[in-house]
């Protein structure tokens, strides 16, 4: 019998074998009828999908089943991995809990509109449309029509070394309040990125057990890009990370996110820098990476440095270094 009354609450379960496949599960239908109709229906489906190819089978993935697999396979383990699956979801109020065989243009341009209206920048929408592209190529479905939107390049802010000793003695040298009791610290952190180039997130979450002061390196595990890298010590870093210790065996800085960008936001204002919306504690990194170029590092030694994830990313920092143009030119003459 492929249909059958169990349990208590008398609901019809299935039990039929269809190509080898067996389903038995319920019905959830209370009169033979129903249940029936149910166990056709069910039937027809195994028997379509049996003509299926893999990527046909998968072009019927609801949308937020496809999510919920490439966030437990791909997303979950990444540092940025919540924040992809929470766009992702983003992207089901958008257009709906669609299969992801019928994500085509016309879904994408949709998509992009409701983005707009909504004022975010074109960096914003390309970050969903990353995220979307993500999930078909996962699925085997056609993404090739997406399209990321042209971003302005705009200008890449980089201290003077007036301004980095400016803004260090601020920090270290004031006789801060107690309120400002960590700005010391954010000096040494400061000194960190300049020469590290890290992220603010990186620094903060280094532990010594990275640290290694026999081969002078320290080693970045969890990051933006999630791409480990060791990065050489300057005497400076060095000597910082040396004398934090002293005081502090687990980890060089106990300052928070929050607490750093309110230090730098006080530099900002003794600096009458405030309206100046490029000079943010991010500008280290790039002065780091201008610094590197203008000395003749390698773009790629750079790349490597930083941790980009292309080489494309750090072209940006490619005109900076104008003195290979000049012997590109001594050697035509």
């Not at 999630?226 to 910082?240: A, Y």
Request: charged share 30%.
């Amino acid at each position: 019998m492929s249909v059958y009354k169990r349990g208590a609450k008398g609901v019809f379960y299935m039990n039929f074998t269809v190509n080898g496949v067996r389903v038995f599960k319920s019905t959830g239908k209370f009169t033979k009828k129903e249940a029936k109709h149910a166990e056709a229906m069910e039937r027809q489906k195994l028997m379509e999908q049996a003509s299926l190819t893999p990527q046909e089978i998968a072009a019927r993935t609801p949308l937020s089943e496809a999510i919920e697999q490439v966030y437990q396979t791909r997303w979950k383990n990444n540092k940025d991995g919540k924040q992809s699956r929470t766009r992702a979801l983003r992207l089901i109020e958008l257009i709906g809990d669609v299969q992801v065989g019928s994500i085509n243009e016309d879904v994408v341009r949709t998509i992009i509109y409701k983005l707009e209206v909504t004022k975010v920048k074109s960096a914003t929408v390309n970050r969903y449309l990353e995220v979307l592209k993500t999930i078909l190529r996962y699925k085997r479905q056609e993404w090739d029509f997406i399209h990321l939107k042209k971003q302005p390049k705009g200008r890449i802010r980089v201290l003077s070394k007036q301004e980095e000793d400016k803004a260090i003695k601020l920090l270290r040298e004031t006789d801060h309040c107690s309120r400002r009791h960590f700005y010391p610290q954010v000096a040494d952190l400061v000194e960190i990125l300049l020469d590290t180039g890290c992220r603010l997130s990186e620094v903060l979450n280094l532990q010594y057990d990275d640290v290694n002061f026999d081969t002078n390196l320290i080693s970045i595990w969890i990051n933006k890009g999630d791409r480990p890298r060791s990065i050489p010590m300057t005497s400076r870093v060095r000597g910082i990370l040396l004398e934090r210790q002293k005081s502090n065996k687990k980890k060089p800085f106990t300052v928070t996110i929050y607490q750093a960008g309110k230090a730098w936001a006080w530099v900002r204002k003794e600096m009458a820098l405030e309206r100046d919306n490029e000079f943010v504690l991010h500008a280290l990194r790039h002065t780091c990476a201008t610094r590197l170029v203008n000395k003749g590092v390698d773009l790629y030694v750079v790349k490597e440095w930083l941790g980009h994830s292309s080489i494309q990313v750090t072209e940006r920092y490619a005109h900076l270094s104008p003195h290979k143009l000049a012997h590109a030119a001594k050697m035509l003459e």
